[in-house]
């Protein structure tokens, strides 16, 4: 079941974060701490990488994205229980929630409306059973929404998930965003022993900018024992096998995932003053493998 | 401890500091580089930054503030603020401004922060800085702020921070008593910073609606409801009111309305505009759509003039009446947006309503006792749509004996009026009796009237309470006026007279763009000038008039509403002066003034004549003359009879012996004014205002053997008088008497034009009957 389990708070995320920075081998990682500044240069770890997959969201506006490449999930969850998350919304194919923006984006909208039994609507598209891939590049650039309650996410769940379920499957949170704090972002695995509240994650903030005013590119670069976190060209953490508690499960293909989803444990409800709609633009979705 | 620079300055020494700052900026503008000013972020850490000084707002308790070393949030010290309760003699609020005597530039922040608590959860009125005891231009303010006993960071953005170049208020405060009761807050670390963590600034004008207001040219508007908001680091929006100096305005067609700097929109002609405005890069939302009509619609003519007596009315405004003491015509209560303006129409002071929602118009100082009246009363006029539901209400309010507002003795009723009573475009006369009021169960202290509706414009006349029943004094004169007296050509330059040959040629309406409408009618078969809604009227002589050999001006003038009139002679130049007339008349009023009244016109030059005042005037009898000779009274004696006394039966003449006993002035209910004077020495009977006169002889007399009645008669002003010889039962018959008489006449009548109806042989009274004022002399019967 392509359910995401996640109960972590911002304390826990904190402690996570203090854990990693003392447990670093790489010099690199310690730079780029925790709260590492937009202007930070870190040093950019060498690979040659080849594009073996993209979507560049280009059409025209009120479009929906490309059915070769994405499907839809609908819904509040299959365990009507908001995605396994307690989140808020209804999930659509409709173009008030989701379509091209006919300059190159798509766009992902959360509104406030009756829709479903539920008072928020939102999409959520996913490459499942379309496109997975193990190790290589993935990267996507995006603008995020704002405010309380509001949480859009760029992840990926192992392809074996409906064998094995979550989180066996493994679950890969290249960007993770809540946005009554629109200067995070949070970079998270999760595995058979480190899930929900227990992931490892790792957050990254600018001091003096935020997420939902410009274009950042979020991205993991995956190898055989490695997951490196970046924003933009900062690579703020890495995750190697000795550093989760449990089993390495990043060893096989991975599919994608784009959502907005509105309330649920990991964010907290919307307040009366969080602004909707609220949409998430995203530039391009670019997949690679490495060449050696 | 108090180690600061701790200031309570009054508002005169700031403003002697502002002007100083200002003169320096105007050097520095024209003849030196522009000076570096400091760009110091901290205002208060754990002291006055450097440079900083505190001034209380004017009414505030000046000690609410303080510096406080025990509690603070970090550092030192701490501002602390003690609100005073409700009713504290030093001061009913605490409230105040930290400013600088040099600016500072602040474009390198994005926020005012700073961190507060408070002894119990409250609500801070007011927190912001750009308040520099000046012009503060850059005023930006956060309403409403919640506090409570945790230490809280609170962020003011800078609506643009580009502006603030050397900004002098950095901050101010301004907070009440919470449900009466004070309390204390403290605020600490207040900096400017800058976050980079705010986002999407968004801007607006009148809270971002998109007015559409008709407007006329003339007017002006202030554009308000400025806001700036930033999403806060938190993901939720903050909106901060700012100053219009942030703003710049822009009207989308500058020749119907400009606005300026301070969001103040002008109105210049008629059509439409639109005013919008930016905040730096940012259109703001909300817009102004002015619809100007150009000048303002009103009434061309005034209200119509009133007709109840002023014995039966208590009026609160209208010419025609003394009004009472009215506190104000626009109580300006919230939510109103009622403006009011006197202007005059023809003349006529009219009260006007413009962008009327309601409007408290009260008089609790004097409240009226209408506890005689009948009715209410108002003119109303209205450019705007009538059709239903459009409504105009009217709520008269009591105060009762105790005469205050809300004393358990108040009563009040509001009545509506709709179309077909509401009229556009014309004047409507509502004649409201008070029984109508249901609700207002007294009205012996009545103290308000409350003006609403769906109306936005409405002029306002004649607003009085009256006692339905009372006699209308008459609007036009029943009478002629006097006919002048005869006299040679030489002595009279006419301009307007049945009895003299005018100056040809001359122009009674020549359009000097009044709005007085002229016209002649007929008064009793007389031709004269009317005067109808005066505000001014020019005559134009057909030629140059030289009346350097003249006297007076005659004008017999009649009004039952002027209030106000004015007579002009004008020669070239122009040169004018006017003469007053005494207004409203009793009747017609014949008046003479000295031409040297009009001093300093060039008398041998009169080119025009000019009335200026109001109400409806009759004119009649605009002439020049010589003055003297007979105009209102003989200046000669009666000519003196020159019969043989043994053939004469006098009743009035110094020249015989007269009927003794005989009352010159019985009562019959007469107006007639009866006296004697002196005539060139000579006694002679004179009837003032004669409508009938009687004489009863002091005995019957038997004329049958006279032949003749004798009169001498002088008048200068009558048009009728008829002479009648009575005998008992009554039997009497009259003879006409031609008049006005140029000088003295002398009558003859034969007796037979009396008989048959009259019995000669037992004659016992004399009737006139007619007008004007008659001199008589000589009454005496002969044969």
Known sequence: ?292 | MKNIKHHLQTLMLLSSLAILVVVSCKRELEDLEPAEFPNTPEVFIDGFSAGLNYGAFGGSKVTAFDVDTEVKYRGSASMKFSVPDAGDPQGAYAGGTYYTSVGRDLRGYDALTFWAKASKAATIDVVGFGNDFGESKFLTVLNNVQVNSNWQKFIIPIPDASKLTQERGMFFYSEGPEDGLGYTFWIDEVKFEKLGTLAHPRASILNGENQVSPAETGQQLTIGGLTATFNMPTGVDQSVSAAPGYFSFSSSDTSVATVHEAGVVTVLSSGDAVITARLGDIEATGSLTLSSTGGAVMPQTPAPTPTIGADSVISLFSNAYTNVTVDTWNTRWQFSTAEDFDLQIAGDDVKRYRNLNFVGIEFAAQPINATAMTHFHLDIWTPDPTDLPKAFKVLLVDFGANGIFGGNDDSQHELAFTRPTLVTGQWVSLDIPLSSFTGLTNRAHLAQLVLSGDIPNVYVDNVYFYKAGAVAPPSAPTTAAPTPPVRPAADVISIFSDAYTNVPGTDLNPNWGQATVVSQVQIAGNNTLRYGGLNYQGTQFGSNVDASAMTHLHIDFWTANSTLLNVFLISPGPVETSVSLTVPTNGWTSIDIPLSSFSPVAINNLIQFKFEGNGDIYLDNLYFHKGGGGATEPTTAAPTPTYNAANVISVFSNAYNNIPGTNLNPGWGQATQVSQVQIAGNNTLLYTGLNYQGIELGSNQNLTGMTHLHLNVWTGNSTALNVFLISPGPAEKPYALTVPTSGWATFDIPLTEFTPTVDLSNVFQFKFEGNGKIYLDNILFHN
Request: proline share 5%.
């Open chain 1, 1 to 292: 079941m392509s359910v995401k389990e996640l109960a972590l708070n911002h304390s826990n995320t904190m402690k996570y974060s203090s854990f990693m920075l003392f447990n670093s081998l790489l010099l690199i990682i310690i730079s780029s701490a925790s709260w590492g500044c937009k202007d930070d240069a870190n040093a950019i770890i060498d690979r040659n990488y080849q594009l073996v997959w993209e979507d560049e969201f280009n059409g025209a506006a009120g479009t929906a994205p490309d059915a070769a490449k994405w499907v839809y999930d609908i819904g509040i969850g299959p365990g009507n229980d908001g995605w396994g998350n307690q989140e808020l919304q209804y999930y659509t194919d409709r173009p008030e929630n989701i379509a091209l923006d006919g300059q190159g984006n798509l766009a992902i909208t959360a509104r406030s409306e009756n829709f479903g039994g539920r008072s928020f609507t939102s999409a959520r598209i996913k490459t499942q059973g379309l496109f997975a891939q193990a190790y290589g590049r993935f990267e996507a650039r995006m603008k995020m929404p704002w405010g309380p309650g509001i949480w859009p996410a760029f992840w990926m769940l192992g392809e074996n998930i409906d064998l094995v379920a979550w989180p066996q499957c493994g679950e890969i949170d290249i960007m993770e965003y809540r946005g009554q704090q629109p200067n995070l972002i949070y970079g998270t695995v999760h595995g058979p022993g480190y899930s929900g509240g227990a992931a490892i994650t790792k957050s990254f903030g600018f001091t003096n900018d935020r997420f939902d005013v410009d274009f950042h590119v979020f991205a993991i670069e995956w190898g055989v024992d490695y997951l490196d976190f970046f924003v933009d060209d900062t690579l703020y953490q890495r995750i190697r096998p000795e550093d989760v508690p449990g089993e390495w499960v990043f060893d096989q293909p991975f599919f994608l995932i784009l959502n907005v989803a509105v309330g649920g444990n990991y964010v907290g409800f919307p307040t009366p003053q969080t602004p909707f709609p609220q949409t998430m633009l995203v530039d391009y979705v670019k997949v690679y493998t490495e060449v050696k």
